[in-house]
């Protein structure tokens, strides 16, 4: 019984640990998406975002330097996607592989230098500072970014329902011919989306070299960038969602270690793709035969 | 000529034509390379970045001491994958560069390709780091490896002398011989300062993957954890992730220190400069190179990392002593009667295991105190 | 009746105009030019970062050239690297005729290569032939099976194919290892798990005198067989007028269920075959080293090429090219490792860039009739 109890907080703990890039990137690719684009780049973005962060913050001493830096970068590189597939007959999907190779490739070349120095990384806020205990104070003590990302997505969902720029981007995504009658600019639109989606996982890549882990090297990212695309397929493209999302896919990623610690050592290949096993399963259970799904954007390419 | 053990070599290789490559007694220098010794092209083959403040790392910092040895020179190439890749790089090598020495530094590069490229190139040396090679094997081929488990052992004793919840963790890739000889060295040196002691391990199942050795850290603090050890390819996010929390670590690998400042207590680190010296000067004299060579702490083939400033005056001594026997030779860790962490016997009593005892290599239980399973 | 009336919508076999004879070797032309044009601009845009670096495109180059072309050796290098991608390349470029972008198919050359090792266990004693068939069947049962998930998931539930495959990919990993290091392990295998081993009498040799890796010859095969199925056949004519557009295709009365089936399980069959020739020719039993990362390179491979399976083989030659020479140019120009997936990249984002400039030409369009 303890045992179980232990797991499960180190789940919670856990959860609140590694979700936070997965919120940016799945809020990056709602907005994008929601335009009618979809950019599997942002796993590049995510790495490249990483290692830029960290360099900026070793350069400048400053992490949010750093957070600034990783969003630039990750602008530059969805407008790079966001460009090219406003030409006619490219595909985004293929092009969000291409950039995603580009992306690590650079970060990768670049970052070199800065796999062995120590940057400042950025501190988090101490909502524990009442208790005396270590265990406590840690696990309340939350990363800025995590409250900017619910932040983000709050705002990203205000303005999808209540804004103009919001509609825009709506009907854009979901019906060429509308936008083309309402005179809506289509690709710049789509360019925009796409760049300032891939700012946020820019983002989604400075949490984890200057918070968690909190360091740069070339594994750092597990496919992250790539998971958040299937966490907006079951957000059903809503940035609320998003975060629960990511809440759920953190907490099941830190079943496998938790399970070790109270001696469940058993299969844990198999427990650590417990958030690939849950996604699956999610998708299926919600998914419609022969229908496209609820809140998905209608010019979405995966879904025509 | 005595053929090659089919057991080792193919019998399709042996067909083609490359009979006997064991049998010659080439282990020596051919009159070509002698001529050329002054000149000696060394090859470095690393499965991961040279800067992983690792395994890789801790070949590149020797790799590096070679280079400015005279009449040397050094190519290296990282992240090597332990596939064909690998064949070829040290085929590029030898082709290319004119490399006459090669050490394919990854454990999983020698089985089968080690043999394979030995077996194709009868001229060149090869020297893996791993300790797989038998006299069945070519004869121009070689393993080195250090016993790193007495080290661990004084990493447990010193991380015994740090704890104040009596737990400790380690963070491992795989249950495997090599692995889990660490783990129960570990386990053990800590338990003989004090027997309440308990180690949990956790298995990533990964050799790099920062993210989840990052998260089972985390687990392990959860569980009130104060000491973390490892044995993964890149302890850097171990290390940052336990400093950052506020315990303590004990380096795997390389030194770490630099990384853990305040808690790093000491480390098993390899040495490999050792071999490498001895390698290279016996080529340069035209000896011939040792086919096998192990050796542990005495043999100076691994050493500790300097102590931490967190590790007690008495910690100090304790690992200090323990370690002056060791450097005498003949110490065992692993002595009867010893329990597995299930309760049964792996070592029967009156029996012990010196680090070079052959009942070490299938070495595949946790001993007791151990919090985990192997499979 | 349906399949006439698609032969309008689909773009790419647009009916050719009797009076214009030219017109097949002009598409040609522009379907070799575009990527050519695409891979000259890639490699400016190369040469200008590495100016940029300080250092000099010219020596770059030539080591490229040495490295992978410039000798017997290196030659033989680069096929050697080419030759298990020719197959996982093709695992993405049958699905891709009907639209569908399948990118799980390294979870099926780890799985394709230990099912085949585990069907050729209890063979060992009969004969290689027997062994080597077995291990074909299953390595390409297991692989068609796992692709096939996705495509049954896609075909029957709409679930996006995308990510599922990636999701079975990590799933499929997950398994591999799992299975490897517990219930298939030999016990003997201490510091690499592994399973049993085939036994050296059962190997596959390389290929006679060209001494390269015999997944060369099969990789070939089965792109010519591929390219007929796909352009030669009622199966790949249904398919590539499917292709973009499934619901279409659904309306008009394409059996596109069966379609999708197919052509997954093609795809994943191909990938699990190389799983199999892979444990046959190099390792002799399943362990990590079957998860080389093939699968992952093969999607690059098959967009290069435009899921044309004739084109896959000189652009599995170029990425096995680039990787022979990656090697050399760390060691002699101190370039880091990810400078050739810098290259890639650029190749990479160019090439599917310059889809866009198909039909910009006027040159190369249909002419008269009117």
């Known amino acids: 019984m303890e045992a179980i109890g232990t797991v499960l907080l180190a789940m919670l703990a856990g959860s609140l640990r590694v979700s936070t890039p997965f919120l ?65 007959r490219v595909n985004d ?48 003590s939350v990363c800025p970014l995590f409250l900017l990302g619910i932040a983000a997505a709050v705002a990203l969902h205000w303005c999808f329902n209540a804004t103009r720029v919001g509609l825009r981007v709506r009907i854009v995504g979901d019906s060429q011919d509308a936008a083309l009658a309402l005179g809506l600019p289509i690709d710049r639109t789509r360019f925009l989306a796409t760049a300032c989606g891939s700012a946020l996982a820019g983002i989604g890549g400075a949490f984890l070299s200057l918070y968690y882990p ?64 849950f996604t699956l399963v999610v998708l299926i259970i919600t998914a419609r035969g022969g229908k496209s799904l609820r809140g998905m954007p209608g010019q979405l390419s995966i879904g025509r | 000529m005595k053929p090659p053990n089919p057991t080792s070599l193919s019998r399709r290789r042996l067909l083609r034509g490359t009979a006997g490559a064991a049998g010659l007694a080439a282990i020596g220098l051919t009159s070509e390379q002698a001529r050329a010794a002054k000149d000696l092209t060394v090859g470095f083959i690393y499965v991961g970045p040279k800067d992983d403040y690792g395994y890789n790392q801790a070949h590149a910092e020797a790799a590096a001491m070679v280079k400015k040895m005279p009449g040397i020179k050094v190519v290296e190439e990282e992240k090597v994958p332990e596939t064909d890749d690998v064949s070829k790089t040290m085929e590029s090598m030898i082709k290319l560069d004119g490399a006459t020495l090669l ?53 447990g004793i010193a991380a015994a002398h740090a704890t104040k ?87 795997y690998h390389a030194d770490q220190s630099k990384l853990a400042p305040k808690g790093y207590l000491t480390g098993a680190e390899w040495n490999w400069i050792t071999v490498y010296k001895q390698f290279i000067a016996d080529a340069q004299g035209g000896k011939p190179i040792p086919n096998f060579t192990r050796g542990g702490l005495a043999e100076g083939f691994v050493k500790m990392s300097p102590f931490g400033p967190a590790l007690s005056e008495a910690g100090r001594k304790n690992v200090t002593a323990v370690k002056a026997e060791i450097m005498k030779g003949g110490y065992s860790v692993f002595k009867g009667p010893l329990k597995d962490n299930k309760g049964n016997v792996v070592v029967p009593a009156g029996k012990a295991y010196p680090e070079t005892a052959i009942e070490l290599e299938s070495c595949n239980y946790l001993v007791d105190g151990v919090v985990g399973s192997t499979s | 009746m349906s399949t006439t009336a698609t032969l309008t919508t689909a773009p790419a076999s647009a009916p050719v105009q009797a009076t214009d004879r030219w017109y097949p070797l002009r598409r040609t032309t522009e379907s070799l030019l575009a990527p050519a ?78 099912a085949a090792t585990v069907a050729a266990l209890p063979l060992l004693n009969t004969s290689p032939i027997i062994v080597w068939a077995a291990m074909a069947v299953a390595g390409s049962a297991m692989g068609a099976f796992w692709i096939g998930i996705s495509g049954w998931l896609r075909a029957r539930l709409n679930v996006n194919e995308v990510i599922a495959s990636l999701v079975l990919s990590y799933i499929g990993l997950a398994l591999f290892n799992h299975l490897v290091e517990g219930l298939l392990r030999d016990p003997a295998s201490l510091n690499k798990p592994s399973t049993y081993g085939i036994g050296d009498g059962n190997m596959l040799d390389t290929v006679p005198w060209l001494d390269v890796h015999p997944g060369l010859p099969v990789g070939i095969l089965a792109c010519l067989i591929c390219w007929v199925l796909i352009y030669r056949s009622s199966f790949g004519f249904a398919s590539r007028v499917t292709g973009g557009n499934i619901r279409a295709a659904q309306l008009q009365g394409l059996p596109v269920t069966k379609l ?28 990590a080293s079957l998860n080389a990362g093939y699968g992952y390179t093969g999607i690059l491979i098959a967009f290069l090429a435009r899921f044309n399976p004739l084109a896959i083989m000189p652009m599995a030659i170029l990425l096995g090219g680039l990787g022979a020479a990656g090697g050399l140019l760390q060691r002699r120009m101190g370039l880091p490792d990810a400078t050739i997936q810098v290259l890639q990249g650029l190749i990479f984002v160019s090439i599917l860039a310059s889809d866009t400039l198909y039909g910009r030409f006027r040159w190369f369009q249909p002419r008269g009739g009117a």
Not at chain 1, 29 to 54: D, F, H, P, Q, W
Not at chain 1, 63 to 75: Q, Y
Not at chain 1, 100 to 109: E, K, N
Not at chain 2, 213 to 238: F, M, R, Y
């Open chain 1, 93 to 140: 999907v293929a092009m969000g592989i291409a950039i995603m190779l580009a992306g690590t490739g650079i970060a990768f070349f670049f970052g070199k230098p800065y796999v062995q120095p120590s940057a400042t990384l950025l501190s988090g806020i101490p909502f524990g500072f009442w208790s005396d205990n270590a265990q406590v104070r840690n696990a309340l």
């Open chain 3, 260 to 287: 999708i089936l197919l052509a997954c399980a093609i795809g994943g069959g191909c990938a699990g075959l190389a799983g199999a020739i892979e444990v046959a020719a190099e390792y002799g039993r399943a362990n």
């Open chain 1, 214 to 277: 909190g360091s740069w090297n070339e594994g750092l990212s597990s496919g992250q960038g790539l998971m958040a695309v299937a966490l907006v397929v079951f957000s059903r493209w809503n940035p609320i969602n998003c975060i629960y999302a990511s809440l759920l896919f953190g907490a099941a990623g830190a079943l496998g270690p938790s399970l070790q610690t109270v001696g469940i050592t058993w299969g844990y290949y198999l427990f650590y793709a417990a958030p690939y096993i």
């Open chain 1, 24 to 88: 940016f990137v799945s809020l990056g690719e709602c907005l994008t998406e929601k335009s009618g684009r979809i950019n599997l780049g942002n796993e590049g973005v995510l790495v490249l975002g990483a290692m830029v962060a960290y360099a900026t913050s070793y350069e400048t001493g400053s992490p949010w330097a750093g957070v600034a830096a990783a969003a630039v970068s990750g602008l530059l590189l969805g407008g790079i996607h966001g460009a090219i597939c406003s030409l006619a």
């Open chain 2, 165 to 251: 919840t009596k737990k400790l963790g380690f963070i491992a890739a795989k249950p495997i011989p090599q692995v889990l000889i660490n783990v129960n060295s570990f386990a053990l040196g800590a338990r003989s300062v004090d027997p309440t002691i308990t180690t949990s391990v956790i298995f990533t199942g990964e050799w790099s993957m920062p993210v989840k050795e990052a998260e089972a850290t985390n687990s392990l603090i959860g569980q009130g954890i104060d000491v973390v050890t490892c044995h993964v390819d890149g302890p850097k996010v171990i290390m940052e992730t336990a400093e950052r929390r506020g315990i303590y670590t004990c380096g």
């Open chain 3, 37 to 114: 044009a695409a891979l000259a601009a890639a490699a400016l845009l190369f040469s200008v970062f590495l100016l940029f670096l300080g250092a000099s495109p010219a020596d770059f180059l030539d080591l490229v050239w040495r490295g992978a072309f410039g000798s017997w050796f290196s030659l033989q290098n680069t096929v050697q690297r080419a030759a298990p991608l020719l197959l996982t390349a093709l695992c993405v470029a049958i699905p891709g005729q009907l639209g569908l972008v399948i990118i799980g198919g390294e979870a099926a050359v780890v799985l394709g290569g230990l």
């Open chain 2, 103 to 155: 050490f394919p530094t990854s454990f999983g590069y020698f089985d089968p390709y080690v043999l394979k490229m030995a077996t194709k190139y009868k001229d060149i040396q090869f020297r893996h780091c791993g300790g797989l090679w038998t006299n069945k094997d070519p004869m121009n081929a070689g393993s080195y490896f250090g016993y790193i488990g007495m080290c661990q052992y004084l990493n």
